[in-house]
């Protein structure tokens, strides 16, 4: 019985893990420049050989929370067609936070 609810139980946790990385896999996707949730999305998915996909709702949710504590913010575009865009970058303390992250022991 125990065996049958091993593979539910890894995929939740590997959930979890992705979910818990998907933080510093923003701050990459935006280390290099500015740039729209779908490049950001596409950069997770390229760099992470498709083991990180994520939902665009889960992004947008990300990249407020992040914008609300001055770590990411956002400049609007115009796009080839319809509304602007939002291009997301790291502010002076988003790129200080990513590079404290990467450099600690």
């Known amino acids: ?13 590997g959930d979890t893990y992705k979910k818990g990385q998907l933080t510093l896999w923003i701050f990459l996707a935006l280390k290099d420049g500015q740039k729209y949730v779908d490049e950001i999305k596409g950069f997770i ?10 939902e665009e709702q889960s992004l947008y949710r990300n990249l407020r929370k992040y914008e609300h504590i001055d770590v990411v913010s956002f ?31």
Do not use: A, H, Q
């Open 75 to 105: 400049e609007n575009k115009k796009g080839n067609k319809g509304p602007d865009r939002k291009y997301y970058f790291l502010t002076t303390m988003g790129n200080e936070l990513l590079e404290k992250f990467i450099e600690r022991k």
């Open 45 to 54: 998915e390229s760099k992470s050989k498709s083991t990180i996909n994520c």
């Open 1 to 13: 019985m125990t065996k049958n609810i091993l593979p539910d139980v890894l995929s939740s946790w």
